[in-house]
């Protein structure tokens, strides 16, 4: 079965400081990749997306995220955090051919101490 | 403009009860999707409505959930028999065709006591 794969449930880091959360999924086949993030109590908002074209895209709020056709990766990156971005963070991947559903990451809890 | 909205935003129920989740769409989206996200877990795919008609439920887990949608625009999700494993949120997305980007309603919190 199709997966996606995110390693990290937690990620502490520093105001100011870079942020990496991983995202691998399981097939080479083609993909549509999204990454969504979740608010406490609120529900999921689209980060960004990456449909075709480029492998940098770059998304709301300074987020950027970069495909990895080789290594079926697609890993969300800020150059420098906030405290308001401490929220949970989904990695979804759509397979072509696999109809219209999202399979999600099972989240990585981004934590922004001062 | 106006979300995804879903109501009630919190269900108690006793298990072996009948409950239904509604979720109103944002107004023109022909897609409707359900999710359930489990504690500590990514939303896991339910069902998908294109319009009136459900065009793929190979997510609901058995025969206890089903889903409607009569008229293209506010769907019902409704679950026979609860059990105490069916609690979780349950979310309801929607987007303007089958393949624009989804958006997503606060959810639903289902607990089964």
């Known amino acids: 079965a199709q997966s996606v794969t995110q390693l990290d449930s937690q990620v502490p880091v520093f105001e100011e400081a870079p942020v990496e959360l991983r995202c691998n999924y399981s097939?080479?086949?083609?993909?549509?990749l999204f990454w969504y993030v979740q608010y406490p109590n609120q529900g999921l908002q689209l980060l960004l997306k990456?449909?075709?074209?480029?492998?940098l895209v770059k998304g709301i709020n300074g987020f950027e995220a970069e495909f990895n056709k080789s290594q079926t990766s697609f890993h969300l990156r800020k150059p420098s955090v906030h405290i308001s971005d401490t929220a949970e963070y989904f990695c979804?991947?759509?397979?072509?051919?696999?109809?219209?559903?999202?399979?999600f990451g099972t989240g990585t809890q981004l934590k922004v101490e001062l | 403009g106006a979300g995804v909205s879903q109501t009630p935003s919190n269900k108690v129920t006793e298990k072996g009860k009948y409950v239904e989740l509604r979720c109103d769409p944002i107004?023109?989206?022909?897609?409707l999707y359900w999710y359930r996200q489990s504690l500590g877990q990514g939303p896991e795919f339910l069902i998908y409505?294109?319009?009136?008609?459900?065009?793929?439920d190979s997510g609901l887990p058995n025969d206890r959930f089903f889903a409607v949608r009569p008229e293209g625009s506010v769907s019902t999700l409704k679950i026979q028999r609860t059990e105490r494993g069916d609690s979780a949120v349950y979310l309801c997305?929607?987007?303007?065709?089958?393949?624009?980007?989804?958006?997503f309603g606060n959810g639903t919190r289902l607990t089964v006591t």
């Open positions: 409505f294109q319009g009136t008609g459900a065009a793929d």
């Open positions: 097939s080479s086949v083609s993909v549509y």
């Open positions: 107004s023109g989206h022909t897609a």
């Open positions: 990456y449909l075709s074209g480029s492998t």
């Open positions: 979804a991947v759509r397979w072509t051919g696999g109809g219209n559903k999202l399979t």
């Open positions: 997305a929607s987007s303007l065709t089958g393949d624009s980007p989804l958006h």
